[in-house]
């Protein structure tokens, strides 16, 4: 069931949101080649707890983790661990928290030091295509509207979108109704209103759109091994338009 959001659970949200996106700044400073993902996911526990909030995903369906960190060619869910970022690798930094039993959830993807015009033209698209997501979330839109966006963008630029993994309702529970596809046809979907929250994060591929699981049961990588981009926000629809809720 889809739960509209008060202006009170809304504000939690931004408070959340707003942790998040702070953190995740920091963590941009801190991703250069010779750091290990397992220190980032350290750094980010240590700051989430001294701002008062919980780790969204530690916990989760048994997740041990603070972050989920994805380098090259894995799309999402990557474990942080003792892997050590070098030059020219790209990191997807997964990230939530709880403030008050309302979580906030945003990603981005980093370059580790110098990275080919290939990565920087991949991350350069799927932040674009972010923005075009969210700039058809609003009340005059339908739900596959966003996906429409994402989609009609990413494949312009010959890159293919990952279907497995979308994006979702978010307030009170990490993942609620409806989930929200980077792909779809527009005009089609539920109607968006205000008060809907939703966590926008399109998983886009340099290579074939296919993806598999690790035998960690986490990690999700593409099939021919290319490299994936994801970026994230929450936003929120309100009455005079869509904010996003996941910044500083």
Same mark, same amino acid.
């Given at each position: 069931?889809?739960?509209?959001?008060?202006?009170?659970? #809304?504000?939690?949200?931004?408070?959340?949101?707003?942790?998040?996106?702070?953190?995740?700044?920091?963590?941009?400073?801190? @991703?250069? $080649? %010779? @750091? +290990?993902? #397992?220190?980032?996911?350290?750094?980010?526990?240590?700051?989430?707890? &001294?701002?008062?909030?919980?780790?969204?995903? &530690?916990?989760?369906?048994?997740?041990?983790? =603070?972050?989920?960190?994805?380098?090259?060619?894995?799309?999402?869910?990557? #474990? $942080?661990?003792?892997?050590?970022?070098?030059?020219?690798?790209?990191?997807?930094?997964?990230?939530?928290? *709880?403030?008050?039993?309302?979580?906030?959830?945003?990603?981005?993807?980093?370059?580790?030091?110098?990275?080919?015009?290939?990565?920087?033209?991949?991350?350069?698209?799927?932040?674009?295509?972010?923005?075009? %997501?969210?700039?058809?979330?609003?009340?005059?839109?339908?739900?596959?509207? *966003? %996906?429409?966006?994402?989609?009609?963008?990413?494949?312009?630029?010959?890159? !293919?979108?990952?279907?497995e993994y979308v994006g979702h309702g978010i307030g009170r529970e990490l993942h609620e109704a409806p989930q929200v596809p980077n792909f779809g046809d527009p005009g089609t979907g539920i109607r968006l209103r205000p008060g809907?929250?939703?966590?926008?994060?399109?998983?886009?591929? +340099?290579?074939?759109?296919?993806?598999?699981?690790?035998?960690?049961?986490?990690?999700?990588?593409?099939?021919?091994?290319?490299? !994936? +981009?994801?970026?994230?926000?929450?936003?929120?629809?309100?009455?005079?338009? =869509?904010?996003?809720?996941?910044?500083?």
């Amino acid at each position: 069931m889809i739960v509209l959001k008060s202006q009170r659970e #809304i504000d939690l949200m931004r408070r959340a949101g707003r942790i998040v996106a702070e953190i995740l700044d920091r963590l941009r400073e801190e @991703v250069k $080649p %010779g @750091v +290990a993902t #397992i220190d980032l996911d350290t750094l980010a526990e240590r700051l989430t707890r &001294k701002a008062g909030a919980l780790p969204a995903f &530690k916990g989760y369906r048994g997740y041990r983790h =603070t972050l989920c960190t994805s380098v090259n060619e894995q799309v999402v869910h990557g #474990i $942080p661990g003792r892997r050590i970022l070098k030059d020219g690798d790209i990191v997807g930094i997964d990230f939530g928290v *709880i403030i008050e039993g309302y979580f906030g959830d945003a990603a981005v993807t980093v370059p580790v030091g110098r990275v080919s015009e290939q990565a920087r033209r991949l991350l350069e698209t799927t932040e674009e295509a972010l923005r075009l %997501g969210i700039a058809n979330a609003t009340a005059s839109h339908r739900l596959h509207d *966003i %996906g429409a966006a994402v989609q009609a963008f990413a494949e312009s630029r010959d890159y !293919s979108v990952v279907r497995e993994y979308v994006g979702h309702g978010i307030g009170r529970e990490l993942h609620e109704a409806p989930q929200v596809p980077n792909f779809g046809d527009p005009g089609t979907g539920i109607r968006l209103r205000p008060g809907m929250t939703l966590a926008i994060e399109p998983m886009i591929n +340099a290579g074939g759109r296919d993806v598999e699981t690790l035998e960690d049961g986490w990690t999700v990588v593409t099939r021919d091994r290319s490299l !994936s +981009a994801h970026f994230e926000h929450t936003i929120a629809i309100t009455e005079s338009g =869509t904010e996003i809720l996941t910044t500083p």
